[in-house]
């Protein structure tokens, strides 16, 4: 993996991936298990750290983790937000979003509730650092398109 | 052509941006109180991953900024900009939409270029 990253340890960064893991829910098995067995890194002590970690976050919400593995078997994890099509879908009230996206819109968000979304995507540090609140929820309401979601005024439709 | 009037149509509309825009001010504190928590109509469902916390419900339209009412408009195209440089002159243009004009065409000509080269 090219150019050095301030990671403050003399052994080199070997493996870089990326999970998805329901909160509070790491065990061992796979495919987390399998993932992380793989690089020779400590399941149990990522099962813990990941545990606590999330644990102010409703179980089993399935939350994107970073993990970054060491020449020296030591590891490095940040837990991120689930991802935007996961809060898309539950605002819709989806289990699945369209099978033809673009041709079959299977739901609708007023712009509220993209803002609303937009602001807990905010609590990301990455996106923060990269994204103003409006760019956020220029993102989300783009990437409505492609779960099949359309986006409208609710100003428009007020009664 | 085009391009040299797009150009200096960029260039004009080139002035230091503003910095910080000031903010809308809030109106003050309203008397009326913010709509009830009703869950399913006013909450955006599943938005809170905490355990701790409900999901957020929907202010009224005051509060939230007014950029918020176009972020499901898009933005013209290309040739939409190309259209409206031409109708009704490059001064019509805004900055930003200066620039994406600038891109595009740029886009296209690369694009032309490689059909170009691909059909030989």
């Known amino acids: 993996l090219g150019g050095w990253r301030p990671h403050g340890r003399m052994s080199k960064l070997t493996a870089s991936f990326r999970l998805t893991v329901g909160a509070g829910k790491a065990s061992p098995q796979p495919p987390v298990g399998s993932a992380l067995g793989q690089r020779g890194l400590n399941l149990m002590n990522f099962c813990k750290a990941f545990n606590d970690q999330t644990a102010q976050y409703i179980v089993g919400t399935p939350m994107q983790v970073q993990v970054r593995a060491f020449s020296d078997r030591t590891f490095e994890f940040d837990v991120k937000t689930p991802r935007t099509s996961y809060f898309l879908k539950k605002a819709a009230g989806l289990d699945k979003g369209s099978a033809t996206p673009g041709r079959l819109t299977v739901g609708r968000l007023s712009v509220k509730e993209i803002y609303e979304i937009a602001k807990i995507k905010q609590t990301d540090a990455q996106i923060a650092r990269s994204m103003s609140l409006e760019g956020i929820c220029r993102s989300i309401a783009a990437q409505c398109k492609s779960v099949g979601i359309v986006v409208y005024d609710p100003r428009t439709e007020s009664s | ?120």
């Open chain 2, 1 to 120: 052509m085009l391009r040299s009037r797009c150009v200096a149509a960029a260039r004009r509309t080139c002035v230091a941006p503003s910095r910080g825009l000031a903010k809308k001010a809030k109106p003050a504190a309203s008397g009326s109180a913010a709509p009830a928590a009703e869950p399913g109509v006013n909450a955006v469902r599943g938005c809170n991953i905490l355990k701790e916390g409900e999901d957020p419900t929907m202010k009224p339209d005051e509060e939230y900024p007014e950029w918020l009412w176009t972020i499901h408009i898009p933005k013209p195209g290309y040739e939409e900009l190309v259209a409206k440089a031409e109708t009704q002159g490059p001064d019509s243009l805004t900055h930003d939409e200066a620039r994406w004009l600038l891109r595009g065409y740029a886009k296209a000509r690369i694009k032309e270029h490689n059909v170009r080269r691909a059909k030989k």
